[in-house]
């Protein structure tokens, strides 16, 4: 069965740096886009990030273009945010997604951003 783990979370200060990852099992990773999602309390879940299958193809959201990079490494089955100049609005439970057929999610890593 499909399922997606998610670690590198954790408390940094704001202007820090964290990079997380995403391990995917289940499926034939190099044939799937790969997104990563987050929501912060109180508010509704958001598309942080997208890879297609083989990489050569990304989208932001507007408010983190330019600080986040998404990417990914087939041969690890494993998709990577590494995320820079974080801000306290960027504090969220972050998600790894796929859809295949259903939409799956991992369960999730915090990134909060506080001084």
């Known amino acids: 069965q499909v399922q997606l783990v998610e670690s590198g979370g954790g408390l940094v200060q704001p202007g820090g740096s964290l990079r997380l990852s995403c391990a995917a099992s289940?499926?034939?990773?190099?044939?799937?886009?790969m997104r990563w999602y987050r929501q912060a309390t109180g508010k509704e879940r958001e598309l942080v990030a997208y890879?297609?299958?083989?990489?050569?193809?990304?989208d932001y959201a507007d408010s983190v273009k330019g600080r986040f990079t998404i990417s990914r490494d087939n041969a690890k089955n494993t998709v990577y945010l590494q995320m820079n100049s974080l801000k306290p609005e960027d504090t969220a439970m972050y998600y790894c997604?796929?859809?295949?057929?259903?939409?799956?999610w991992g369960q999730g890593t915090q990134v909060t951003v506080s001084s």
């Open positions: 289940g499926f034939t990773f190099s044939t799937y886009a």
């Open positions: 997604h796929v859809l295949r057929t259903y939409n799956y």
């Open positions: 890879i297609s299958l083989d990489g050569d193809y990304t």
